[in-house]
Nanobody, 122 residues
């Protein structure tokens, strides 16, 4: 079984920083892209950032210049460094990975973490 486990959420004041981590574990054959989405109360889940296995990244306009996504392929872990946080960044942040599990070779599917709460106070 494959799991994605996030950590690093919490409460921070506006202008502060947080670093989220997400580790994939289980019987994994390969991981393609990894990324972060978020969902604020009453809103749809939205893309925050993604990163390919080669390190190419993509960001939502709302976080460009403030958030940085990175990954450690040896640890099957993706990170999200969030700086200059704003109250509108408050949301549950979800990790996602497109990966091939050994039990389902050769098919790739998207896996999701359980989410971690980020709250930015004004």
């Amino acid at each position: 079984q494959v799991q994605l486990v996030e950590s690093g959420g919490g409460l921070v004041q506006a202008g502060g920083s947080l670093r989220l981590s997400c580790a994939a574990s289980g019987s994994i054959f390969s991981i393609n892209s990894m990324g972060w989405y978020r969902q604020a109360p009453g809103k749809q889940r939205e893309l925050v950032a993604t990163i390919t296995s080669g390190g190419s990244s993509n960001y939502a306009d709302s976080v460009k210049g403030r958030f940085t996504i990175s990954r450690d392929n040896a640890k099957d872990t993706v990170y999200l460094q969030m700086n200059s946080l704003k109250p509108e960044d408050t949301a549950v942040y979800y990790c996602t990975a497109g990966l091939v599990a050994t039990s389902s070779l050769p098919y790739m599917r998207d896996y999701w973490g359980q989410g971690t709460q980020v709250t930015v106070s004004s």
